[in-house]
T-cell receptor, first 110, second 110 residues
Framework: EADIYQTPRYLVIGTGKKITLECSQT?????MYWYQQDPGMELHLIHY???????EKGDLSSESTVSRIRTEHFPLTLESARPSHTSQYLC?????????FGPGTRLTVT | QKEVEQDPGPLSVPEGAIVSLNCTYS??????FMWYRQYSRKGPELLMY????GNKEDGRFTAQVDKSSKYISLFIRDSQPSDSATYLC??????????FGPGTSLSVIP
């Protein structure tokens, strides 16, 4: 079982602010992912990484960016938050073919 | 047509009932199949993982895969109110990203 940590768990922020959502895992997994999920809706893949210095955009267009400088760390950044960014952001990593999720960050942009 | 189809429900059953949750898929290259449980405002939790046709049992949960019909199921025996959640099926090929179904919302009524 993977240990995946996300901070903050909840964030309320004003329009135009720059924010970084943190995700880290302690198991040395190469593959990491960011999903966006609105309440009661399906998961949408927005970014993924297959290793250090590797990042790709997912299936859903997103104004966020990611970086992967260390294996264990995969932060997501919004340069200028907007109300349309209000959502839950879920980080995941893969051990073999099994994908494990963090607890999520619930972001509200006012 | 989406790669993975899942009836979103909601599904409401009495406590103690047997629950059957199902997904169909179109990509015959999928080899790995997973079921996740997601409580409201939480990250998805991996319940079952299988890579072969047939049944896999874990406690009250049984995952069933029929590759010839491109159909997977999750059975929950003796359902409990604590089983009330959204259940997501997920699958992947040997080299690609995980594809999630939209989830089925389940309520187990005491």
């Amino acid at each position: 079982e993977a240990d995946i940590y996300q901070t903050p768990r909840y964030l309320v922020i004003g329009t135009g602010k720059k924010i970084t959502l943190e995700c880290s895992q302690t198991m040395g997994h190469d593959k990491m992912y960011w999903y966006q999920q609105d309440p009661g809706m399906e998961l949408h893949l927005i970014h993924y990484s297959y290793g250090v210095n590797s990042t790709e955009k997912g299936d859903l267009s997103s104004e966020s960016t990611v970086s992967r400088i260390r294996t264990e760390h995969f932060p997501l950044t919004l340069e200028s938050a907007r109300p349309s960014h209000t959502s839950q952001y879920l980080c995941a990593s893969t051990l073999g073919d099994e994908q494990y999720f963090g607890p999520g960050t619930r972001l509200t942009v006012t | 047509q989406k790669e993975v189809e899942q009836d979103p429900g909601p599904l409401s059953v009495p406590e103690g009932a047997i629950v059957s949750l199902n997904c169909t898929y179109s990509n015959s290259a999928f080899q790995y199949f997973m079921w996740y449980r997601q409580y409201s405002r939480k990250g998805p939790e991996l319940l079952m993982y299988t890579y072969s046709s047939g049944n896999k049992e874990d406690g009250r949960f049984t995952a069933q895969v029929d590759k010839s019909s491109k159909y997977i199921s999750l059975f929950i025996r003796d359902s409990q109110p604590s089983d009330s959640a959204t259940y997501l099926c997920a699958m992947k090929t040997s080299y690609d990203k995980v594809i999630f179904g939209p989830g089925t919302s389940l309520s187990v009524i005491p």
